[in-house]
Nanobody, 124 residues
Framework: QLQLVESGGGLVQPGGSLRLSCAASGFSLDYYSIGWFRQSPGNEREAVSCISRLGGGTNNADSVKGRFTISRDHSKNTVYLQMNSLKPEDTAVYSC?????????????????WGQGTQVTVSS
């Protein structure tokens, strides 16, 4: 069974950090570019960050540039999202997705597999 599982979410104070993980089971992420998306109540899903299949290319939304970093570890079949200097407006459910393409994309329709998501809450 092909599955993506996110972890690492939680409650953090403004200015704090979290590292999200996206682990795959049942398939290898080596053939996929990976995206992180987020959605908060009443808002549309928003692309946050993505990484190419080989890891050499990344892209970040303007709202998170300089604060979020995406990376991948092929040996662990896992992709990470390091989130620093978190703000209350970063509060959302964060989901990872895998697209069988070399270059990463911010278009959700390009993605073939999705995780269930992990809640990130930034509040004092």
């Amino acid at each position: 069974q092909l599955q993506l599982v996110e972890s690492g979410g939680g409650l953090v104070q403004p200015g704090g950090s979290l590292r999200l993980s996206c682990a795959a089971s049942g398939f290898s992420l080596d053939y996929y570019s990976i995206g992180w998306f987020r959605q908060s109540p009443g808002n549309e899903r928003e692309a946050v960050s993505c990484i190419s299949r080989l890891g050499g290319g990344t892209n970040n939304a303007d709202s998170v540039k300089g604060r979020f970093t995406i990376s991948r570890d092929h040996s662990k079949n896992t992709v990470y999202l390091q989130m620093n200097s978190l703000k209350p407006e970063d509060t959302a459910v964060y989901s990872c997705a895998a697209a069988r393409r070399a270059l990463c994309s911010f278009l959700s329709g390009e993605y073939d597999h999705w995780g269930q998501g992990t809640q990130v809450t930034v509040s004092s």
